[in-house]
């Protein structure tokens, strides 16, 4: 069979320029054309080196790992060394997607044409491989990281925190090792950062409040840290086995899950500070608070 080295590189070009756009896609980077050509390029002259080159399994390793990076080093904005592993990681999951859907492909369209030489399938097939098993790849790796984001969303939900005529609105992370009560009443606990809070009370009273538990001693304390009623809630952690909260307990909240849920039986644990280190949420909650009370929404006006 004769095999022309334009068409290995121009098949290999159009299949790594898939993969790279495949990439930015899922990982939300920004495609970048002419950059995509160019390292589509050296990935095709390695296509053609290595079927002209008979290297060993450790040579031909080496050679991947640094072709595949230097890829992701001219395709992407890699600005720190945590974005360039991301990128090389998620090339390689779509390299491998790619490959293992257009092999199976192999088998159904025209096996009789194709023949394996220096570790590369070569023949007729690979235009028509390339352009189906790059769609089938695209789809299925799109589908599966859709399912995953909403199992990762499953976990979240939004919160919103009345008192006194006021209201926030949060992200919170549904944790089921959240068992945390106030010990006098026995009411669940929401444990919500500081400053998330500071549109809801004024923050000279959260810092007062924070001080407070923390044993300091203020002089000239603002008069609302005491309407308010401020709770100290003990807890246990890892590393720290005699923690203590300070909360409060607001006039009622709104769980917006399955279902919206109204609940006033409820305290909000201050935290001083960061509950998650992308702010993808800044509350946790436990799954005590979704027990429904039995009070009607309309019982409720927003202010």
Sequence with gaps: MTIYVDVIFIENLLLNFIILCATAIIGKSKIHIFNFLLSSSFGSLYAILNYIINLNMFENFLLKLFI?????????DNKKPKIFFK????????????????????????????????????GTYPIKITIIGGILGFLIITLVAKFIKDKTQNTLCDLEIFLNKKKIHIKTLIDSGNLLKEPITNQDVIVVQKSSLEDLIDKKILNEAIEMVNGKIIGDMSEDIYKLKFKVIPFSALGNE?????????????????????????????????????NLYTSLIGLGCFRKEGVKNENFTNA
């Design 68 to 76: 595949s990076s230097f890829m992701i080093l001219i395709s992407f």
């Design 242 to 278: 005699n923690g203590v909260l300070i909360g409060f307990k607001p006039d009622y909240i709104k769980i917006y899950s399955e279902e919206e849920i109204v609940k006033k039986d409820v305290i909000v644990g201050i935290y001083d500070g960061k509950l998650s280190k992308t």
């Design 87 to 122: 990128n090389l990681i998620m090339f390689y999951l779509t390299s491998f997607t790619f490959g293992g859907v257009s092999f199976m492909l192999l088998f159904f369209i025209s096996p009789e044409n194709v023949i394996y030489e220096n570790g590369h399938f070569i």
